[in-house]
């Protein structure tokens, strides 16, 4: 691969400026889950979508270190694969649904003679599993009392 690729893909931006997924884009993205504990991270808060977990109960589920886990988040931010926000002093990770959309479609676009729906790739189910909601639920721990 050429080193310029490599540069460019490292200082994507989350977001690209046209709009649609652009080539350094999905480097900087694949490039985020090409290593273990970001691909666990993204794998377990997909599993959490749309709800999300706090960064300490990342660290907590998949091993990581807490020292390391803020570098492998903002890796994940920065390709445009998972999203934050604040609820008071605790921040909940999420995954960024779309941005993992807009990186399929990038790679299945040309399938099959530029015609992807021919391969049967972007199936029904991978736009109706995890579905935009209005309003995300909150990430604070429920406790169930014993009846």
């Known amino acids: ?8 893909a490292s ?6 400026a046209e709009g649609s997924l652009t080539e350094p884009h ?4 694949l ?10 991270i993204f794998r377990l808060l997909i599993k959490h979508e749309p709800v999300g977990i706090t960064a300490g ?15 492998h988040l903002a890796i994940l931010v920065r ?7 604040r609820e008071g002093r605790t921040i909940i990770y999420r995954s960024n649904v779309e941005g993992m959309r807009s990186l399929i479609a990038f790679l299945v676009n040309d399938c099959c003679d530029g015609h992807p729906e021919l391969c049967n790739l972007v199936a029904a189910d991978a736009t109706a599993c995890c579905a ?3 309003k995300a639920r909150s ?6 009392r014993k009846s």
């Open 57 to 71: 109960v990342i660290a907590d589920t998949i091993g990581a270190p807490h020292n390391t886990l803020s570098s």
């Open 79 to 85: 390709a445009g694969l998972l999203r934050s926000t």
């Open 1 to 8: 691969m050429r080193k310029s690729m490599l540069a460019v």
């Open 31 to 40: 490039a985020a889950l090409a290593q273990p504990t970001r691909l666990a």
């Open 132 to 134: 935009a909601t209005p």
């Open 139 to 144: 990430a604070k721990k429920v406790v169930k």
């Open 26 to 29: 999905a480097i900087s993205a």
């Open 11 to 16: 200082h994507a931006s989350m977001r690209p």
